[in-house]
């Protein structure tokens, strides 16, 4: 919304935002002063600040306790349903706000798939390194077997020479 807009909506009392605001920052107005959440009143905005977008900012009414009622039992479902794990759930309960479980949620949900790619990795490089050690000791088998022909076939070959030296010296 343009400034002129948000100006509108401050003066009936709504809490607007600017795209710059931090989380908590929001304004209104009484009379002609803008007034910041920290009760800060300043009289006249900059133009540039006035061509630039504003948002309007919504509040909860829930109480920080029933707030905090309702959040754990959010984190025991999330708990139940295994989208974090005990010890994320036990750091949460009964201290953060939705905003502040949803932040850690995500962050739990990041670990766990950075967890699951490396574990991934791993197997795939386990495997890689069993088809490797199966090739080479296919190789082995392989040179073996070819050795004990060659053996063979040199032992029959003596064999040959030895009953032809007998019969030629017959």
């Known amino acids: 919304m343009t400034f002129e807009e948000a100006k509108e909506q401050a003066q009936q009392g709504i809490k607007v935002r600017h795209q710059y605001f931090a989380e908590k920052e929001y304004m209104t107005m009484k009379g002609n002063l803008i007034v910041f959440e920290d009760g800060c009143e300043i009289f006249k905005l900059s133009k540039d600040v006035r061509n630039e977008s504003m948002r309007i900012a919504l509040v909860r009414s829930m109480d920080s306790v029933n ?8 984190i025991m479902s999330w708990l139940q349903f295994q989208l974090i794990d005990r010890e994320t759930a036990s750091t949460l309960y009964g201290r953060a706000t939705l905003e502040e479980a949803l932040v850690e949620l995500r962050e739990y949900n990041k670990r766990l798939s950075n967890q699951q790619r490396m574990a991934a990795q791993q ?6 390194q069993q088809a490797s050690a199966e090739q080479q000791a296919g ?19 003596a064999d040959r020479m030895v009953k032809m030296q007998e019969i030629a010296s017959k």
């Open 123 to 128: 197997q795939q490089q386990m495997a890689a």
């Open 67 to 74: 707030e905090r009622v309702s959040t754990d039992a959010t």
């Open 139 to 157: 190789e082995v088998i392989y040179g073996e077997g070819v050795r004990d022909k060659v053996r063979d076939q040199q032992n029959k070959d």
